[in-house]
Protein backbone atom coordinates (compact mmCIF):
# COMPACT_ATOMS: atom_id res chain seq x y z
CA UNK A 1 0.00 0.00 0.00
CA UNK A 2 1.39 3.37 -0.88
CA UNK A 3 1.79 5.79 2.29
CA UNK A 4 -0.23 9.11 2.52
CA UNK A 5 1.62 11.99 0.71
CA UNK A 6 1.83 15.04 2.44
CA UNK A 7 1.38 18.08 -0.11
CA UNK A 8 4.41 20.96 0.01
CA UNK A 9 4.61 24.39 -1.17
CA UNK A 10 8.60 25.31 -1.86
CA UNK A 11 10.15 28.15 -3.48
CA UNK A 12 12.20 27.25 -5.60
CA UNK A 13 15.46 29.76 -5.83
CA UNK A 14 17.29 30.14 -9.08
CA UNK A 15 20.18 27.64 -10.46
CA UNK A 16 22.91 29.03 -8.22
CA UNK A 17 20.38 27.54 -5.59
CA UNK A 18 22.31 24.32 -6.19
CA UNK A 19 25.57 25.59 -4.94
CA UNK A 20 24.08 27.23 -1.95
CA UNK A 21 25.07 24.49 1.48
CA UNK A 22 22.59 26.27 3.61
CA UNK A 23 19.70 26.49 1.15
CA UNK A 24 20.15 22.88 -0.35
CA UNK A 25 20.54 21.15 2.45
CA UNK A 26 17.41 22.20 4.20
CA UNK A 27 15.74 21.10 1.06
CA UNK A 28 17.55 17.81 0.82
CA UNK A 29 16.83 17.07 5.05
CA UNK A 30 12.83 17.77 4.12
CA UNK A 31 12.58 14.81 0.98
CA UNK A 32 15.00 12.74 3.14
CA UNK A 33 11.91 13.19 6.49
CA UNK A 34 8.75 12.72 3.71
CA UNK A 35 7.73 9.10 2.35
CA UNK A 36 9.25 8.33 -0.69
CA UNK A 37 6.94 8.99 -3.45
CA UNK A 38 5.80 6.75 -6.15
CA UNK A 39 5.78 9.83 -8.15
CA UNK A 40 5.92 13.72 -8.16
CA UNK A 41 3.51 16.40 -9.54
CA UNK A 42 4.56 19.37 -9.65
CA UNK A 43 3.36 22.76 -10.57
CA UNK A 44 5.77 25.56 -11.35
CA UNK A 45 5.51 29.36 -11.04
CA UNK A 46 7.84 29.31 -14.52
CA UNK A 47 4.63 27.40 -16.64
CA UNK A 48 1.47 29.58 -17.06
CA UNK A 49 -0.48 28.27 -19.74
CA UNK A 50 -4.26 27.42 -19.98
CA UNK A 51 -6.09 24.77 -20.36
CA UNK A 52 -4.49 22.68 -18.01
CA UNK A 53 -1.08 21.26 -19.74
CA UNK A 54 1.18 18.29 -18.86
CA UNK A 55 4.78 18.03 -19.44
CA UNK A 56 6.35 15.10 -21.78
CA UNK A 57 8.20 12.53 -20.00
CA UNK A 58 11.74 12.16 -21.54
CA UNK A 59 11.85 15.69 -22.76
CA UNK A 60 14.74 18.01 -22.21
CA UNK A 61 14.82 20.04 -19.84
CA UNK A 62 13.78 23.95 -20.23
CA UNK A 63 16.52 26.27 -19.03
CA UNK A 64 14.43 29.31 -18.72
CA UNK A 65 16.74 31.87 -17.23
CA UNK A 66 19.95 34.09 -18.43
CA UNK A 67 23.18 35.74 -17.00
CA UNK A 68 24.19 32.08 -15.22
CA UNK A 69 27.29 30.33 -15.35
CA UNK A 70 27.53 27.95 -18.55
CA UNK A 71 27.62 25.02 -16.31
CA UNK A 72 24.08 25.36 -15.51
CA UNK A 73 22.70 24.97 -19.13
CA UNK A 74 24.54 21.75 -19.75
CA UNK A 75 22.61 20.15 -16.67
CA UNK A 76 20.02 17.48 -16.62
CA UNK A 77 17.18 15.88 -14.98
CA UNK A 78 16.35 12.38 -16.45
CA UNK A 79 13.50 10.70 -14.42
CA UNK A 80 11.71 7.73 -15.14
CA UNK A 81 8.46 7.82 -17.54
CA UNK A 82 5.45 9.56 -15.65
CA UNK A 83 2.70 8.56 -18.69
CA UNK A 84 0.67 6.83 -16.65
CA UNK A 85 0.52 9.67 -13.63
CA UNK A 86 -0.24 12.02 -17.00
CA UNK A 87 -3.17 10.03 -18.17
CA UNK A 88 -4.41 9.61 -14.46
CA UNK A 89 -4.37 13.60 -14.03
CA UNK A 90 -6.05 14.33 -17.35
CA UNK A 91 -8.77 11.42 -15.95
CA UNK A 92 -9.35 13.58 -12.73
CA UNK A 93 -9.83 16.52 -15.10
CA UNK A 94 -14.36 17.65 -15.13
CA UNK A 95 -15.78 17.49 -18.78
CA UNK A 96 -15.28 20.58 -20.47
CA UNK A 97 -11.77 21.50 -19.26
CA UNK A 98 -9.81 19.87 -21.57
CA UNK A 99 -6.12 18.56 -20.58
CA UNK A 100 -3.38 19.72 -23.45
CA UNK A 101 -0.63 17.08 -23.37
CA UNK A 102 2.49 18.57 -24.66
CA UNK A 103 4.85 16.14 -26.90
CA UNK A 104 8.24 18.12 -25.98
CA UNK A 105 8.38 20.11 -23.19
CA UNK A 106 10.40 18.99 -20.43
CA UNK A 107 10.43 20.64 -16.47
CA UNK A 108 11.63 23.97 -16.14
CA UNK A 109 14.06 25.10 -13.63
CA UNK A 110 11.30 25.68 -11.30
CA UNK A 111 10.88 22.02 -11.50
CA UNK A 112 13.92 20.34 -12.04
CA UNK A 113 16.20 23.11 -10.04
CA UNK A 114 14.73 21.96 -6.21
CA UNK A 115 13.88 18.57 -7.80
CA UNK A 116 17.65 18.03 -8.04
CA UNK A 117 18.38 18.49 -4.58
CA UNK A 118 15.58 17.04 -3.28
CA UNK A 119 15.80 13.68 -5.22
CA UNK A 120 19.35 13.86 -6.61
CA UNK A 121 19.05 10.25 -8.29
CA UNK A 122 16.54 11.34 -10.62
CA UNK A 123 14.74 8.04 -9.93
CA UNK A 124 11.13 9.02 -9.30
CA UNK A 125 8.44 10.01 -12.33
CA UNK A 126 7.93 13.71 -12.51
CA UNK A 127 4.97 15.34 -14.04
CA UNK A 128 4.81 18.88 -14.57
CA UNK A 129 1.39 20.33 -14.31
CA UNK A 130 0.73 24.34 -16.07
CA UNK A 131 -0.50 26.85 -13.69
CA UNK A 132 -3.69 27.54 -15.60
CA UNK A 133 -5.14 30.94 -13.80
CA UNK A 134 -3.69 33.58 -11.17
CA UNK A 135 -7.62 32.95 -9.18
CA UNK A 136 -6.92 31.61 -5.78
CA UNK A 137 -10.21 30.10 -5.69
CA UNK A 138 -9.50 27.93 -9.02
CA UNK A 139 -6.25 26.83 -8.05
CA UNK A 140 -7.64 25.30 -4.75
CA UNK A 141 -10.40 23.93 -6.42
CA UNK A 142 -7.76 22.33 -8.70
CA UNK A 143 -5.78 21.29 -6.03
CA UNK A 144 -9.24 19.62 -4.73
CA UNK A 145 -9.87 17.46 -7.48
CA UNK A 146 -5.62 16.35 -7.48
CA UNK A 147 -5.98 15.40 -3.56
CA UNK A 148 -6.99 11.90 -3.86
CA UNK A 149 -3.34 11.41 -6.19
CA UNK A 150 -1.68 11.82 -2.22
CA UNK A 151 -3.67 8.30 -1.15
CA UNK A 152 -1.82 6.91 -4.17
CA UNK A 153 2.09 7.79 -3.31
CA UNK A 154 1.82 11.07 -5.42
CA UNK A 155 3.90 14.04 -3.77
CA UNK A 156 2.18 17.43 -5.13
CA UNK A 157 4.80 20.57 -4.80
CA UNK A 158 3.82 24.01 -5.33
CA UNK A 159 6.78 25.74 -6.80
CA UNK A 160 7.07 29.28 -6.56
CA UNK A 161 8.67 32.12 -3.74
CA UNK A 162 6.58 33.53 -1.00
CA UNK A 163 8.60 37.05 -2.21
CA UNK A 164 9.50 37.53 -5.74
CA UNK A 165 9.87 41.07 -6.51
CA UNK A 166 13.03 40.85 -8.80
CA UNK A 167 12.42 44.70 -10.14
CA UNK A 168 13.21 46.27 -6.96
CA UNK A 169 16.38 43.78 -5.67
CA UNK A 170 19.49 46.16 -5.42
CA UNK A 171 21.82 43.51 -4.04
CA UNK A 172 22.30 40.17 -5.89
CA UNK A 173 24.41 38.56 -2.99
CA UNK A 174 22.69 34.71 -1.04
CA UNK A 175 23.18 36.81 1.85
CA UNK A 176 21.83 40.23 0.59
CA UNK A 177 19.79 42.29 2.45
CA UNK A 178 16.19 41.64 3.17
CA UNK A 179 14.02 44.37 1.73
CA UNK A 180 11.29 45.87 3.94
CA UNK A 181 8.25 44.91 1.22
CA UNK A 182 9.78 41.41 1.39
CA UNK A 183 10.03 40.79 5.29
CA UNK A 184 6.54 42.67 5.94
CA UNK A 185 4.52 40.25 3.34
CA UNK A 186 6.50 37.20 4.52
CA UNK A 187 5.67 37.81 8.05
CA UNK A 188 2.11 38.89 6.87
CA UNK A 189 1.80 35.19 5.16
CA UNK A 190 3.46 33.71 8.38
CA UNK A 191 0.96 34.65 10.28
CA UNK A 192 -2.18 33.93 8.16
CA UNK A 193 -0.29 29.85 7.76
CA UNK A 194 -0.12 30.06 11.22
CA UNK A 195 -4.07 30.43 11.71
CA UNK A 196 -4.80 28.73 8.80
CA UNK A 197 -6.63 31.71 7.24
CA UNK A 198 -6.94 30.83 3.80
CA UNK A 199 -9.37 33.97 2.82
CA UNK A 200 -6.73 36.53 3.88
CA UNK A 201 -4.06 34.55 2.07
CA UNK A 202 -6.73 34.81 -0.77
CA UNK A 203 -7.20 38.20 -0.62
CA UNK A 204 -3.67 38.84 -0.93
CA UNK A 205 -3.91 42.04 -3.15
CA UNK A 206 -6.10 43.80 -0.74
CA UNK A 207 -4.41 42.86 2.63
CA UNK A 208 -0.77 41.88 1.99
CA UNK A 209 1.98 44.49 3.03
CA UNK A 210 4.67 44.51 0.62
CA UNK A 211 2.24 44.78 -2.56
CA UNK A 212 2.82 45.08 -5.24
CA UNK A 213 7.00 44.88 -4.51
CA UNK A 214 6.96 41.58 -3.04
CA UNK A 215 4.63 40.24 -6.18
CA UNK A 216 4.53 42.70 -9.05
CA UNK A 217 3.67 39.58 -11.13
CA UNK A 218 1.86 37.08 -8.92
CA UNK A 219 2.55 33.66 -10.38
CA UNK A 220 5.72 33.17 -7.56
CA UNK A 221 2.91 33.22 -4.60
CA UNK A 222 0.06 31.36 -6.99
CA UNK A 223 1.50 27.83 -6.55
CA UNK A 224 0.25 27.73 -3.25
CA UNK A 225 -3.17 27.30 -3.50
CA UNK A 226 -2.77 24.33 -4.89
CA UNK A 227 -1.41 23.01 -2.14
CA UNK A 228 -3.67 24.26 0.05
CA UNK A 229 -6.46 22.76 -1.94
CA UNK A 230 -4.91 19.59 -2.01
CA UNK A 231 -4.68 19.76 1.72
CA UNK A 232 -6.98 17.42 3.77
CA UNK A 233 -7.91 20.08 5.54
CA UNK A 234 -7.53 23.09 3.55
CA UNK A 235 -7.76 25.48 6.74
CA UNK A 236 -5.60 23.69 9.12
CA UNK A 237 -2.52 25.28 9.86
CA UNK A 238 0.22 22.92 7.78
CA UNK A 239 4.15 23.15 9.09
CA UNK A 240 6.57 26.16 7.68
CA UNK A 241 9.49 23.76 7.30
CA UNK A 242 11.96 26.09 5.69
CA UNK A 243 11.71 29.93 6.44
CA UNK A 244 14.67 32.76 6.09
CA UNK A 245 15.80 34.37 2.97
CA UNK A 246 17.74 34.23 0.07
CA UNK A 247 19.03 37.29 -1.95
CA UNK A 248 16.47 39.37 0.50
CA UNK A 249 13.59 37.03 -0.77
CA UNK A 250 11.27 35.07 1.48
CA UNK A 251 12.08 31.04 1.19
CA UNK A 252 9.49 29.99 2.98
CA UNK A 253 8.10 26.57 2.50
CA UNK A 254 4.83 24.92 3.71
CA UNK A 255 3.98 21.09 4.20
CA UNK A 256 0.29 20.52 4.25
CA UNK A 257 -1.58 17.00 5.38
Not at 35 to 61: F, Q
Not at 125 to 154: A, F, I, Y
Amino acid sequence: MNARMPALYIGHGAPPLLDDPTWSGQLAAWAGDLPRPKAILIVSAHWESAPVSLSASGAPLVYDFGGFAPKYYRMTYETPDASALAQRVAAMMPTGEPVHQHTSRGLDHGAWVPLKIMYPEADVPVLQMSLPTDDPHRLMKLGERLRPLRDEGVLIIGSGFLTHGLPFLTEWRIDAAVPGWSRDFDLWAADALTRGDVDTLSDYRAKAPGMPYAHPTVEHYTPLFVTLGAATTPDDPGAQVIDGYWMGLSKRSLQVA
